[in-house]
């Protein structure tokens, strides 16, 4: 008989000091935290900011988040070893991660607009983020998608949005416009607002 499988655990702490050490106080790791800077230079497409803050059950914002997100350059186009449809924005890394704000929660990402990409039936996806979320409370790290609100006749075309059985949740997957780029995606993990997640 082979070894027990280690029990699941919530992340704790050491998540935001292995991952984010700078944002911890840890310095002389990396000059920069990994996936801090997505933009390196003179990228194409529209620069975007998504700011939000995820929140518990209870309605109170977590300060201890960490998330990550991926996604296409602005002509939908993937930073990855398999993008087989063209050359991607060299000075667009298409990964970022940001820890949340130790006092308010918050977390910040500067980004281009993703481009549509293909579903893998040759569908167009609307323009879209991929976000994976960690947090104490969290045993496994929970998957969503960030949509655009001011992109509806693409986010009526797309794949993923049309599976949603219950259309006044797809909201939830909605980046609201809060200037000339510049969205707000909140993340509620419970209650009236939960945000839909993926099971990937």
Same mark, same amino acid.
């Given at each position: ?54 929140? %518990? !059950? &209870?309605? +109170? /914002? ?13 002509? @939908? *186009? ?42 893998? %039936? !040759? &569908?167009? +996806? /609307? ?13 496994? @790290? *929970? ?42 995606? %909140?993340?509620?993990? +419970? ?10």
């Amino acid at each position: 008989m082979g070894p027990k499988e280690t029990p699941s655990q919530t992340a704790g702490p050491y998540v935001h000091i292995g991952c984010t050490p700078n944002f911890s106080g840890i310095s002389n790791v990396y000059a920069e935290d990994l996936g801090h800077r997505m933009i390196t230079g003179d990228v194409g497409g529209e620069r975007i900011t998504v700011t939000g803050t995820v929140y %518990d !059950g &209870a309605g +109170q /914002a977590l300060k201890d988040a960490l998330i990550e997100i991926w996604q296409a350059d602005a002509n @939908g *186009l993937f930073h990855a070893p398999g993008e087989t449809r063209g050359t991607p924005d060299p000075n667009f890394f298409g990964w970022g991660r940001a820890a949340s704000d130790m006092e308010t929660g918050a977390y910040r990402f500067e980004t281009v607009k993703p481009g549509r990409v293909p579903a893998a %039936d !040759g &569908a167009l +996806q /609307a323009p879209h983020i991929s976000v994976w979320i960690v947090a104490r409370g969290i045993n496994v @790290g *929970l998957q969503t998608r960030l949509y655009f609100e001011d992109e509806a006749e693409a986010n009526a075309e797309d794949p993923l949005l049309a599976r949603i059985e219950h259309r006044a949740r797809v909201g939830t997957l909605l980046a609201k416009v809060e200037g000339v780029g510049r969205y707000r995606f %909140d993340i509620h993990l +419970q209650g009236p607002d939960e945000t839909v997640f993926l099971d990937i």
